[in-house]
């Protein structure tokens, strides 16, 4: 009896039963019954930068320059691919649930183009009911190489040598 409540000291003892106090039992379920609900509250995450309206009216089409848009807005998110004279400015709003997955709630595009001159020449504001899906193309390209071993390679080319190639 003893080591009984040595070991439980919530423990009572009436008329010869052993009663446990369920006091640190409710604290207990009370704890976890808390972290089970924070674990399934939503988290956002916000990723990127998009400028506000009242940013993007400072600007003034035909007189502010890339650097002065630099200078306004921040650096770009990214640039044109072919050309540097179209920035994008993007941000993304993520919500998380810790069994289910990411879903995006806000997206924001901000693609600002210059002319050849370096001068703005357009904004244009793009949100996530404006996005259309791209389905990709799964071709692959076959290679001729498979199966054939290094050596052979070496050997099976070596009979298309043309001396006049080299004179270039």
Sequence with gaps: MVN???LF????SIKGTIIVNMFPLNKLFFLISIFLLASCSATFKNHGYTPSKLELQQLQIGKDTKQS???LLGPPSSLGIIHEDKWFYLS???KNYSFKE???????????SFTSEGSLKNIERFQLKDQKL?????RITESSIKGIGLIRQIFGSAGNFDPTMMLD
């Excluded at 000291?9 to 009572?12: I, R, V």
């Excluded at 791209?134 to 799964?138: D, F, K, M, P």
């Design 4 to 6: 009984f409540i040595y």
């Design 9 to 12: 000291p919530y423990a009572q």
């Design 69 to 71: 848009v630099k200078s």
């Design 92 to 94: 993304t709003k993520v």
């Design 102 to 112: 990411p879903e995006i709630i806000d997206r924001q595009l901000v693609a600002v």
């Design 134 to 138: 791209v389905v990709l193309s799964r």
